[in-house]
């Protein structure tokens, strides 16, 4: 069986910078999901369309292809006073903060002085060129449908 919109889908995936840093993994759990409900960014997700259970493939994506370039808007300037007085922050060091909707939002320190944070609300693979590795577990057959259909 292939996968195919609405698959069920077992696998492990790996994302890797051209460095070789391993910036996502499902590490020892496989990652399980149908196609297309959301799991998966759609830019990766199409890239396992056809493949079945036992293939690993990589897959070189181009800066900007799945995830978009970085926006000067996302990198903010904030007060020191916004985080905790006795918590170090540091270049590099990735921080949640709470939007006015309650959703949790992951930023960047991009640098810290004695008033101001500077911090990067950008996709951290935004304009970065990574592969894409996946190895497929199991692939069974979107919910509905009948066997060797």
Do not use: C
Request: cysteine-free; aromatic content about 8%; proline content about 7%.
């Amino acid at each position: 069986m292939t996968i195919e919109a609405g698959s069920r889908v077992k696998m492990h995936y790996s994302l890797v910078l051209e460095d070789g840093f391993v910036a996502d993994t499902s590490g020892n759990e496989p990652l399980e999901f149908a196609w297309g409900d959301g799991t998966l960014q759609p830019g990766l997700e199409r890239h396992l369309l056809g493949l079945q259970a036992g293939e690993q493939r990589e897959f070189a994506i181009a800066p900007g292809t799945v995830f978009p370039f970085p926006e000067k808007a996302a990198v903010q300037v904030m007060e020191r006073s916004v985080f905790p007085s006795d918590m170090p922050l540091e270049s590099g060091m990735i921080y949640e903060f709470n939007t006015p909707a309650g959703d949790a939002v992951p930023g960047r320190i991009q640098s810290v002085e004695e008033d101001t944070v500077t911090v990067d609300f950008n996709h951290p693979l935004a304009g970065r060129a990574f592969t894409f590795i996946a190895e497929i577990l199991s692939v069974q057959a979107p919910a509905g449908a009948a066997a060797g259909d």
